[in-house]
């Protein structure tokens, strides 16, 4: 069975552009998660969404982040314009469904942001 | 408030040695989810273990294992007779509530270096 699947795994760019990075999750994988890391920390949950909808974005900064899960299955996370303290490690996760038993996360290997 | 402390940074073993991380967390619930993910130098998060704030039995899995005791708010990891690919970073992490269970509070994670 095929992991979670990110892409790209490292990008550069310089601050003010936009971004974006993609995850494929897990097939039959109903909840999908996305996580910033910073150097020397743990993960912090930015958005999650049940199928199509984002059920908690409680911490995604929406004044220049945005995420999409147009069919339920992909969903592309975007940042316009990024700044230097948006360098960081962006994970992405999912899990059978989000509550109970069944909510494991499996991770993806993330993608490093490096904004100059 | 750091809901999840993982005092140590770094820890540094040479094979076949023992070595703890300690975790200890901070909740108000009494319903609660404690987990151990490690992340080897690829990227993604391995998940190790959950357990129930129900269940503080011991828990063993090969060289692992897992102490677990409510009344100091711990949740310790011990790798015995440690090898090179045991080398990682482990990061302990707690969800609190019921229908919270999916949101993960992660520690700053302690990097273990086995070395040969």
């Known amino acids: 069975e095929a992991g979670v699947v990110q892409s790209p795994r490292y990008k550069i760019i310089e601050k003010k552009q936009p971004v974006a990075f993609w995850c494929n999750p897990i097939s039959g994988h109903n909840t999908l998660y996305w996580y910033l890391q910073n150097l020397g920390q743990g993960p912090e949950l930015l958005i999650r969404?049940?199928?199509?909808?984002?059920?908690?974005d409680s911490q995604l900064p929406k004044d220049r982040f945005s995420a999409e899960r147009l069919k339920g299955v992909d969903s592309t996370l975007k940042i316009q314009p990024a700044e230097l303290g948006d360098s960081a490690v962006y994970l992405c996760a999912s899990s059978k469904t989000g509550l109970g038993l069944d909510n494991e996360q499996f991770f993806g290997p993330g993608t490093r942001l490096t904004v100059l | 408030a750091q809901k999840v402390t993982q005092a140590q940074t770094e820890i540094s073993v040479v094979e076949k040695e023992d070595v703890t991380l300690d975790c200890v967390y901070e909740?108000?619930?009494?319903?609660?989810?404690l987990f151990w993910y490690k992340q080897p130098p690829s990227g993604e998060l391995v998940f190790l273990i959950r357990r129930n704030s129900f269940d503080e039995q011991n828990e063993i899995s090969g060289r692992y294992s897992w102490n677990f005791q409510k009344s100091t708010s711990s949740f310790n990891f011990t790798i015995t007779a440690s090898q090179v690919v045991d080398s990682a970073v482990y990061f302990c992490?707690?969800?609190?509530?019921?229908?919270?269970?999916?949101?993960?509070?992660f520690g700053a994670g302690t990097t273990v270096t086995v070395r040969a």
């Open positions: 969404y049940e199928n199509e909808e984002a059920v908690d």
């Open positions: 992490a707690l969800s609190e509530g019921v229908y919270n269970d999916y949101k993960l509070s």
């Open positions: 909740t108000r619930d009494t319903t609660y989810y």
